[in-house]
């Protein structure tokens, strides 16, 4: 089985950063591409950035400039570093992936329980 756990939301400031992770465990061959997504109250989840194996990145045009996703294999770790943080990037920010496991050499895809993050004066 494997595992994503989201950590480091939290209420903060406009204009404030914040550093979310995202840890993988368990029976864990390879992480491949991983992805940040974001679902804000009332609205569909939607797609923030995305990082490859070969740690290319892309990202949605309202991040663009103010996030960063960056990855640390040996860790297992995704992270997404979000400077200028608006009151409309209040959402619950999951991380999802497609992780390669050693049962079978299969690659599935999971999803973290998400994290909240919360912009307001």
């Known amino acids: 089985q494997v595992q994503l756990v989201e950590s480091g939301g939290g209420l903060v400031q406009p204009g404030g950063s914040l550093r979310l992770s995202c840890l993988a465990s368990?029976?864990?061959?390879?992480?491949?591409?991983m992805r940040w997504y974001r679902q804000a109250p009332e609205n569909q989840r939607e797609w923030v950035a995305t990082?490859?194996?070969?740690?290319?990145?892309n990202y949605a045009d309202f991040v663009k400039g103010r996030f960063t996703i960056s990855r640390d294999n040996a860790k297992s770790t995704v992270y997404l570093q979000m400077n200028s943080l608006k009151p409309e990037d209040t959402a619950v920010y999951y991380c999802?992936?497609?992780?390669?496991?050693?049962?079978?050499?299969?690659?599935?895809?999971?999803w973290g329980q998400g994290t909240q993050v919360t912009v307001s004066s």
């Open positions: 368990g029976t864990i061959a390879r992480l491949n591409d």
């Open positions: 999802n992936g497609d992780i390669k496991t050693t049962l079978y050499h299969a690659t599935w895809t999971y």
């Open positions: 990082i490859t194996n070969d740690e290319s990145t």
